[in-house]
């Protein structure tokens, strides 16, 4: 319903059912497939056929709700029950008429972001929900109501955030990766307090500087978000969205001391990310691109000054032979760093092409031959492999800069 007055497009269908009971629906042929209350398939269409209900809570987290799907539960009771009033509309599908008992039209029109009752802060899941749709509707310039963020807030102070499951968490997160503008998805997480508890390691970010000569922007925090909008024009890649907001968590533990520089901030940082992926459980290709992101993105950024021997150690710490796809996107999100800076948006930038190149060079290298003369001659095999290697990278240096 939101999607079709919002002139988006509708993926599908979803359907509530009053008046009838479980055993009537199953009579008709319809399929059961909800475990926690009655939700089933169309025998023809698939759609999904809901029977309405309402939910009381009865313990804390996301799951402490006891569900009521009676003959008597009414279509404005199980809207009700709904996070946001513009997700509580309903057409009837027989006369095709608007039901709007929370007044969710009008907040669609408003651009406003509504909860519909003091219940939303029952379920600290909705907080996430919230920060999504932020996300999602970006474009619509749609804004969190005062009260409803109040709500949320008082749900960061509660402990129920520290209740949803890790791979709950980054199942929002994932989503809205997909989105042409996740920032507001954090920001709005930070406006409520959530942040620092779902992931403080990012949270933490804002506030630490950095030399201004380098990063006019100063505060990390805010370079990660423009990095992450740099890397959202260069990849749709959820993967690779994920890596630019931990490429530089190492930063948020830097010794004050130190600060505004950030000596050896990519092995913290690159520490930082395998835990975050970890407590998180985040799954194996987005930690393994933000480790090595984390780890090596300024080597990037040093590419054109770099000796062939540490060029060689670069190109195989990121395994770009046996992996090419990743280290696509690992260039992409190095390029986004580069370009996530206040009026560095379009500097000039070749390291990515100068590494593909690179990359290239010792694809083309016939190790096999170099090996096989090796032990023909009785020299170390690896040694002369490297060492072909790095003559490869050589030549391509001499020539890129001849």
């Not at 402490?64 to 513009?86: C, H, K, P």
């Not at 499951?165 to 503008?181: C, K, M, P, Q």
């Amino acid at each position: 319903m939101r999607d079709e007055l919002l002139a988006q497009p509708v993926a599908d269908r979803d359907w509530v059912v009053t008046g009838t009971t479980p055993e009537t629906m199953q009579e008709l042929g319809y399929r059961q497939v909800g475990k926690d209350f009655p939700v089933y398939l169309h025998p023809a269409t698939q759609e999904e056929y809901a029977l309405a209900r309402t939910e009381r809570k009865t313990s804390a987290g996301y799951h402490g709700f006891e569900f009521n799907t009676s003959q008597e539960v009414t279509l404005e009771e199980d809207l009700a029950r709904r996070d946001l009033t513009i997700n509580a509309m309903a057409i009837d599908g027989q006369s095709g008429a608007l039901i709007d008992p929370w007044n969710g039209k009008r907040d669609l029109d408003n651009r406003v972001l509504r909860h519909i009752s003091p219940a939303f802060a029952e379920d600290p899941l909705r907080v996430l929900r919230v920060a999504r749709f932020c996300a999602k509707l970006a474009k619509f310039g749609f804004r969190v109501a005062d009260e409803t963020l109040d709500l949320m807030r008082q749900l960061s102070r509660s402990g129920e955030l520290e209740t949803l499951a890790a791979e709950r968490i980054f199942s929002e997160i994932r989503t809205t990766l997909g989105y042409a503008d996740p920032q507001p998805f954090f920001s709005t997480l930070r406006d409520c307090s959530a942040l620092k508890i779902l992931w403080p390691e990012l949270d933490q970010l804002y506030g630490v500087p950095q030399v201004a000569l380098h990063h006019p922007e100063i505060d990390s925090g805010v370079h990660t978000m423009l990095t992450l909008e740099q890397t959202c024009l260069l990849s749709d890649s959820p993967i690779a969205r994920f890596a630019s907001l931990c490429h530089d968590l190492g930063k948020g533990e830097t010794p004050a001391d130190i600060l505004p520089h950030h000596y050896g901030h990519e092995e913290r940082g690159a520490e930082i990310t395998d835990r975050v992926a970890r407590r998180l459980k985040i799954p194996l290709e987005y930690r393994d691109l933000a480790v090595i992101t984390a780890r090596y993105h300024t080597h990037t950024h040093r590419a054109l000054e770099l000796r062939p021997s540490k060029m060689l150690k670069l190109l195989q710490a990121v395994d770009c032979l046996r992996k090419p796809d990743r280290f696509e996107l690992f260039l992409r999100v190095c390029e986004a760093d580069a370009r996530g800076r206040t009026g560095f948006e379009d500097r000039d930038y070749p390291q990515p092409d100068y590494l593909r190149g690179a990359a290239s060079a010792l694809r083309t290298l016939n190790t096999g031959r170099v090996a096989k003369a090796a032990r023909e001659t009785g020299a170390n095999v690896a040694d002369a492999v490297r060492l072909a290697k790095i003559d490869a990278l050589k030549a391509y240096a001499k020539q890129y800069n001849a």
